[in-house]
């Protein structure tokens, strides 16, 4: 996001503690402007001077979350409200907050909307839900929050991660030959190309402030929209001779949620996804070639965020707070 916000005029400073700044497969796009710093230890000095903030730090997915609910719940809640407390306090006008359709749950609507009651099943589903809520009670004339409510993300990027759906198809597609589909395969979900993700934040930066304050969207088109099943179909159609296998099994993954972009579509009528499933599988492959991608690689501690902060942890160089013990 930072690379292709600077391509496009803006003048970025990015913030992060760093966890994941060892786990790279492709080369960085671009360098930004940076400050490494944990997002709890924020101070006013930190948002001076910007006309908008971007908030996507997080302990960024369900079983991250469930480690340990102290961390999620300072990390993903607490410093959220710190830093919109901050950002107001320095004249921030615009504050994009990253949430998740994950807050839907196992949804029993065919297709959830922004409306639709949030039925979170874990610890970071429920941290995005009080965010949020936190979150619309601050928004004055001043102060405009969004809620950038994303489907599951894909696509090449530095820090490559295998733990999100086609891109862990896509892994073990291009390293076995074969995708292994542990559920029934008839969940959903909605996919959304991390560059498309980018390009969305920018026109929700861009937009009239009347037409966006204070609201959630679910950030996406319908057509976006998956079974499990489908997006497994779709790796081994892109990785020859790859092969699909279903071994079902008690206690896999069935969260399914459908989500209805209409009020995206209604609002941003302009907006074109250049991407799709299909496409962005392609595209994985292709890098997947061009780096020479192996099956250690595709299951190194590095690209799951879950082995790598076990790592970290088991290393010594986080304490048990999730906090760096040195510089």
Known sequence: MSPHLVSEGY??????????????????????NSIKKDIRDLSPKDLENFDAVI????????PIGNLNDTWTEE???????????????????RFLFSSSCIMYGASNTLDVNEDSPLDPKTEYARSKVKAERALFAMADKKFSPVYIRNGTVYGVSPR???DTVLNDFMGSAATTGKVVVHSNGKPWRPVMHVQDVARYFQAMLEAPKEVIHNQAFNAGANELNHQ???????????????KLEMFP????DQRTYKAD????????????????????AAELYEAFKRVGLKHSDYIDKKFTRLKWLHYLLDGGKLDNALRWKTN
Not at 55 to 62: T, V
Not at 228 to 242: F, G, R, S
């Open 75 to 93: 990390i993903n809640y607490q410093a959220s409200m710190k830093l919109a407390e901050l950002a107001r306090a320095a004249g921030v006008q």
């Open 11 to 32: 003048d970025v400073v990015g913030m992060d503690t760093g966890f994941f700044s060892e786990c790279t497969l492709v080369p960085d796009a671009g360098k930004v």
């Open 55 to 62: 908030h996507l730090a997080a302990l960024s997915n369900d």
């Open 261 to 280: 972009f209409g009020k995206f579509a209604k609002t941003f009528p302009n907006f074109k996804f250049k991407w799709n499933a299909r496409s962005g």
């Open 228 to 242: 499990i099943i489908e997006l497994a179909q779709i790796a081994v159609d892109t990785v020859p001779n790859a």
């Open 249 to 252: 099994k008690p206690g896999a």
């Open 160 to 162: 490559m991660r295998f």
